[in-house]
């Protein structure tokens, strides 16, 4: 069940993070001399790079499960 449910929230990522990128195209110039922006889109990057984590670990704790010794 817990890898379905990461395998979801990687779905989510993923288009999450392809909205970020095109955003970030879009307004890359206005990133560049605003402050404010660039805090608002670090803090976003960190926030999906922690939701990727979030993300991986179970599943590779899903894959390796039966692979590992003792698992």
């Given at each position: 069940?817990?890898?379905?449910v990461s395998i979801a929230i990687g779905i989510c990522n993923i288009g999450v993070g392809l909205v970020f990128v095109s955003i970030?195209?879009?307004l890359r110039y206005q990133i560049k001399y605003s402050l404010k922006l660039r805090e608002d889109f670090r803090a976003?990057?960190?926030?999906l790079a922690?939701?990727?984590g979030i993300f991986v670990?179970?599943?590779v704790e899903y894959f390796l499960y039966g692979v590992l010794p003792g698992g």
């Open positions: 069940m817990l890898a379905y970030w195209a879009d976003t990057l960190r926030r922690v939701s990727t670990i179970p599943l």
